[in-house]
């Protein structure tokens, strides 16, 4: 083990004092937590970030403001959202499918878009994921609308992109119907249900991009929070990142991201890669990343770090004027940077 924590701390591109590293391994034994720092690189996406920000603008009031609450208590405005999705993947052409499953009295489902690489099927497929549902008695803003914001918009830049040259994969864009309590970790969770039937049918996957609160940035010195133990080390203090969380199988997909996110300049990247699937730090494991980790899939959550950071976290405060449209138009923009290299 000592030698996996040795040679993977070489790996890091961002060096830090060893004596930290160390500290933190004797904190979180038998496993190893790894944490890159706030990185740039040299180029960014061809995207007119203006435009994508107020396009990300028009969903959310749609989401949040015209639609409202999305909760298993208000199932009507659950349909409005997964026909809204839907029309938006119509808009541009794409082939949508409505992976529909029960769930009590009612019938839900996920909205599944695909845009296939080049003329001919590629060798490699990309799933990016992100749940329309909110907690009862909110209209989740950066939980979950902000996400589903960013699912479309990516969707629409694709798009675009395919028509100007061919793109490295195939991108399947998922949203999942529920995710939150009371089918949190339940075999209703939208998730669940796609990864189940995924690993039976024997679905290819290369890699599966949780997108899971990705609005909320923080400025002030001391806004951003960590987990156990990783409040210990010097991780940034401030909010001003987008976070990759992977587990020790998906090491080959977090470095692919990160790779490419780093490229961007307009937003830092920080990442995280846990073993034993997270279950020795439960908090990593709090989306729809875990359900196809549990089906040996490779799986990242992209995120602002959810509680960690926003102090509207499943309030009725957690509204759009509370979010960062520039920095969500800036993570469209990395992931083009990934589907595009």
């Not at 004596?19 to 933190?24: D, H, T």
């Not at 990185?39 to 969903?59: K, V, Y």
Request: net charge neutral.
């Amino acid at each position: 083990m000592i030698y996996e924590v040795l040679l993977a701390y070489a790996e890091d591109r961002v060096r830090r004092p060893i004596r930290k590293v160390l500290f933190a391994l004797t904190l979180c034994l038998p496993g190893v937590l790894l944490m890159t720092g706030s990185l740039r690189g040299e180029e960014g996406a061809m995207i007119d970030i203006q435009e994508t920000s107020e396009r990300l603008r028009r969903h959310l009031t749609m989401l949040t403001v015209t639609i409202g609450e999305r909760s298993v208590v208000r199932p009507e405005n659950l349909e409005r959202a997964r026909a809204y999705i839907e029309s938006c993947y119509h808009e541009l052409g794409l082939p949508v499918e409505n992976q529909r499953y029960p769930y009590e009295n009612l019938t839900l489902a996920n909205v599944i878009a695909r845009i296939q690489a080049g003329d001919a099927p590629s060798r490699r497929t990309y799933l990016v994921g992100a749940h329309y549902d909110s907690v009862a008695g909110t209209v989740g803003a950066d939980d979950n609308a902000a996400a589903i914001a960013v699912l479309l918009e990516t969707a629409r830049c694709l798009k675009i992109l395919d028509g100007s040259r061919p793109l490295n994969a195939t991108v399947k864009l998922v949203a999942f119907a529920l995710e939150e309590p009371p089918a949190y970790a339940t075999r209703h969770m939208g998730s669940r249900v796609y990864a189940r039937q995924a690993r039976n049918a024997g679905e290819q996957l290369d890699g599966m991009i949780c997108l899971e609160m990705v609005g909320y940035y923080c400025h002030e010195p001391g806004c951003q929070r960590y987990p156990f133990p990783l409040m210990f080390l010097d991780y940034p203090e401030a909010g001003n990142f987008i976070g990759i969380v992977g587990n020790s199988g998906s090491r080959k997909l977090t470095r692919g991201l990160e790779a490419a996110f780093r490229k961007n300049p307009e937003l830092p990247v920080v990442t995280l890669t846990v073993p034993l699937n997270g279950w020795i730090m439960p908090s990593v494991r709090l989306s729809d990343h875990s359900s196809f980790w549990n089906e040996g899939y490779e799986a990242v959550m992209v995120t602002d770090t959810a509680f960690y950071r926003n102090p509207h976290y499943h309030l009725p405060t957690d509204t759009m004027d509370k979010l960062d449209f520039r920095r969500m138009a800036e993570l469209v923009a990395s992931l083009l940077i990934f589907f595009g290299s």
